[in-house]
């Protein structure tokens, strides 16, 4: 681990060089602190980063064990063809899992695509191949909560169809068959929209399933569909 060691002479230099610029300002390429803590090295290929809505990041993020809260967090941004190559300083010793995930504003962790337990590793320099994935705003619903949790009853071939290729289309500006007079999904208004309402509120409790308790959804996921629709509804 890289430390920081001043001594009278180092802290005279500091002062030195911190009078000697004209606007008081200290600049990267005249003085140069180097940070504690460990460093990562992300290699991916990612595609989808620019399809989520406001207060919402992909990073690269530091965890300390049991907490849904970043320490640490770097945001992720790709080249053209989606090649990732990010560098992030200074992770603390207290963090011992390393992840490319989404966070919101207050970088609580939504979803995870690729984790690293670092909790055994002693090098100082980390480095993450976090590989090819599609980290999209609506591929995310589809994998986290689409596939994980409605498959089950709306799978392919159901009358409802939330399988993967399928599920946008069926939602999505789709009337209601079972809500006289609504769409399932309609972008821009979470509030109007079937799928919404039916995971917050007890109204499909007559139907047999009240799929506001029968799932075990996060306030994130929640939280996650309506900002979706509301920010358009887009694949």
């Given amino acids: 681990m890289k430390h920081l060691l001043f001594t009278w002479t180092s802290l005279a230099v500091l002062l030195a060089a911190a009078t000697s610029c004209d606007d008081g300002r200290l600049y990267a390429d005249r003085l140069i602190i180097p940070e504690e803590g460990r460093v990562v090295k992300l290699t991916a290929t990612l595609s989808g980063l620019d399809t989520w809505t406001d207060g919402y990041s992909i990073v690269l993020a530091g ?23 990010l560098t992030m300083s200074g992770v603390p010793a207290e963090v011992t899992t390393l992840e490319v995930c989404v966070v919101n504003r207050i970088r609580k962790r939504v979803a995870t695509y690729h984790a690293l ?18 980290v999209g705003m609506f591929a995310t619903i589809q994998r986290d909560i689409f596939d994980r949790t409605c498959t089950g009853c709306h799978g392919q071939g159901r009358w409802l169809d939330l399988s993967p290729g399928a599920s946008h289309r069926t939602l999505v500006n789709q009337p209601s068959t079972v809500f006289e007079g609504r769409t399932r999904v309609l972008p821009g208004d979470a509030a109007a929209s079937v799928l919404y309402t039916i995971l917050t509120t007890g109204e499909s409790a007559d139907l047999g399933t009240d799929h506001r308790t029968q799932f075990t959804l996060s306030e994130e996921q929640f939280s996650l569909i ?9 694949e």
């Avoid at 337990?117 to 599609?134: F, H, V």
């Avoid at 309506?226 to 887009?234: F, K, L, M, Q, S």
């Fill in 63 to 85: 965890f300390e064990a049991g907490s849904d809260y970043a320490v640490i967090a770097k945001s992720v941004q790709a080249a053209e063809d989606g090649t990732v190559d």
């Fill in 226 to 234: 309506g900002d979706w629709i509301d920010g358009g509804a887009g």
């Fill in 117 to 134: 337990d670092c909790s055994t590793l002693d090098e100082d320099t980390l480095r993450i191949d976090a590989g090819t994935q599609d």
